[in-house]
């Protein structure tokens, strides 16, 4: 099951992604349904499925529902530029695209799924962890940080929600460097972050900008560290 569909997932990956140029997309999105380039993107997924499943044709029915599906989705997607949210149209795009292939794998593999598997008490300990070590913790820090206002940070100097979105990932990366307990990649992840913090440490005026950066370097490291380790020791506590 895993191997079909993780070649499968190449074949989508080649199709949508290292055989599609940007002039293709700026045609379908201009032309819609009558693009040729849409008819050529059909083709090279076509290709890619031939090529990944070794040209094995007892699968020629799971082809033929990823290549109608595909082409169905991408008219839809073309019908729904510049009225959707492009960032969302893309994530729906690509979610539909993955659930096709999960369910062609499921005819020639079925694999047995339950809704009670998401009550598990591991699953349900990572999904609280991971909602602590990133709204949980954007929360608590803007609370916490909100008591000193800088100008020196003027949000209109920097990319809209930049800073959260940027300790959101930084703790995600903690938090994962926890679990492989690779300690040693949240100090890589300290040292790369000092580096690109140099320029505004070396223009600020005073300590305050500094002491600011690192309060708040401090609390989204600290904050992943003690939902990492509790993450870890509750789960040792599963196991038992």
Known sequence: MLTLFIKLILAHFIGDFLL???????????????SKFLYGHILVHTGALILVLQADFNYWLGILIIIASHYIIDIIKLNLTNVINNRLLFSLDQCAHIIIIAVVVNIYEPFNFSINSLYNSKFMLLITCLLGVTVVSSTIMKIVISKWYLKENNSDKSLEHAGAYIGILERLFVFGFIIMNYWAGIGFLITAKSVF??????????????????IGTLMSFGLAIVFGLGYRYLLNLLDI
């Open 20 to 34: 599609q140029p940007d002039k293709w997309v700026a045609h379908k999105e201009t032309h819609k349904h009558k």
């Open 197 to 214: 913090r140099f320029s505004d440490l070396s223009k600020a005026k005073d300590r305050k900008l500094t002491e600011y950066i690192l």
